[in-house]
């Protein structure tokens, strides 16, 4: 089982970037999956997450109204749309799914990383002022 995130790189304050995950070795479409982010120095932080119909989404206050989390359940692929991007949303980006299948949590769970079973490598991304 593999997720692969991709579509990282540099890019200036206020510009965009689209991650893209890729699952591979069994299906993630009816689980919970999400993003988390890690700079230097600090803790691994939740970013988005999607629950497994794609019909409730969550975001940290730090991106929310600028990244937008979406799935692709036929093509076993998460998505994270980031705008307006700032230097602070520098870090490796890594997308993770949730072992089970069709569940639901309560809104607490979607944001603790001990949630999510599967991690992919993660992608950098770097934001320049």
């Known amino acids: 089982v593999q997720l692969q995130a991709s579509g990282g790189g540099q890019v200036q304050a206020g510009g965009s970037l689209r991650l893209s995950c890729a699952a591979s070795g069994r299906t993630f479409s009816s689980n919970v999956m999400g993003w988390f982010r890690q700079a230097p120095g600090r803790e691994r932080e939740f970013v988005a997450a999607i629950s497994w119909g794609g019909g409730i989404t969550y975001y940290a206050d730090s991106v929310k109204g600028r990244f937008t989390i979406s799935r692709d359940s036929a093509e076993n692929a998460l998505y994270l749309q980031m705008n307006s991007l700032k230097p602070e949303d520098t870090a490796v980006y890594l997308c993770?799914?949730?072992?089970?299948?069709?569940?639901?949590?309560?809104?607490?769970?979607?944001?603790?990383?001990?949630?999510?079973?599967?991690w992919g490598q993660g992608t950098q991304v770097t934001v320049s002022s």
């Open positions: 993770a799914a949730d072992g089970a299948q069709r569940r639901t949590y309560l809104e607490s769970a979607y944001y603790r990383a001990g949630t999510y079973d599967f």
